[in-house]
């Protein structure tokens, strides 16, 4: 079997012990591999780099969402005749991308998933704004949802996935619609909104189901307008754990390849957890970009 370069964010997830469990589990399921424990993002950036030099076309990335887009970005600055395959084993706050191929939660289980040939596709986003071009691979939005994600990264990490309630407490006064216009496929939106939503794949913050419709691997950004008002933030905020929110009349929805997002206020952006800036952007699908390595059937 050919060996994968697995990379540990040493940061994931509260005392996940997650290099030591992942050197664990790889040896109890003999999967062959090179470990390394970057621990900066530049260094995480520069160990794809010279993965990739070396020839390889397998990487495993343990941690959460954050860990995996940084992977997947870095891997796609090279250019592949194939898509590189991407393994994943989940130790952070949030693993969404493991949620939508059915890997298991855990390093020990997902572990087994490295083993056999069996992968599909996954679609990668692009978003160019004034930060400039970056992929990312589950959910990117641009509003309320983006200022609750950069409010969460200022909290204890103990707090665990009730940071993004905590976090949406303390950003609610300071919550306001922002004049906005979107083109995307058939849709040309122009009013106000509270945020916009561009899935690439269904489950965000840690397994919220924002997009249950959205698939990784049809070329279609799943678009979501939010035309409410701030009294129903809290009421939608708990409707999209479940994706009941897509039936309210407050959601404007398209599918599209594409986007050109036009705000008149600095409006905050991120995707899988990662803070990208303020302001207009746009956005398409590279289609199929990298194939994720999935558990046998």
């Known amino acids: ?79 592949w005749s194939e898509p590189p395959l991407l393994g994943l084993l989940p130790a952070g706050s949030g693993s969404d991308l493991a949620r939508t191929f059915e890997i298991p939660q855990n390093i020990e289980e997902a572990a087994m998933a490295l083993r056999g040939d069996t992968r599909q596709k996954l679609d990668v986003g692009v978003l160019e704004g004034n930060w400039g071009s970056r992929y990312f691979i589950n959910v990117a939005e641009a509003g309320v949802t983006a200022a609750v994600i950069r409010r969460s990264m200022t909290l204890p990490r103990w707090l665990g996935s009730s940071k993004y309630h905590l976090a949406l407490a303390l950003v609610f006064p300071r919550i306001r619609l922002v004049e906005m216009s979107l083109q995307a496929g058939d849709m040309e939106f122009s009013g106000s909104s509270m945020l916009t939503v561009f899935a690439n794949a269904r489950y965000f913050a840690g397994g919220w189901h924002i997009a249950p419709d959205a698939s990784a691997s049809d070329g279609l950004f799943d678009i979501q307008v939010f035309t409410a008002s701030k009294k129903d933030v809290p009421r939608l905020w708990w409707l999209a754990k479940s994706g009941s929110h897509i039936a309210e009349p407050q959601i404007h929805r398209v599918v599209a390849d594409s986007f050109k997002l036009s705000v008149s206020a600095p409006w905050p952006v991120e995707a899988d957890g990662e803070y990208f800036g303020e302001g207009s952007m746009c956005g398409h699908i590279r289609q199929a970009a990298v194939s994720v390595k999935t558990p046998r059937s």
């Open 1 to 79: 079997m050919e060996e994968w370069l697995v990379l540990v964010n040493p940061k994931a997830g509260y005392r996940s012990h997650a290099e030591e469990r992942t050197r664990e589990a790889l040896g109890r399921c003999d999967v062959k591999a090179r470990i390394l424990v970057p621990t900066t993002a530049e260094a995480m950036r520069d160990a794809v780099d010279v993965g990739v030099h070396e020839g390889r076309v397998r990487f495993v990335a343990v941690g959460g969402d954050g860990t995996a887009n940084l992977v997947v970005d870095q891997l796609l600055q090279h250019e």
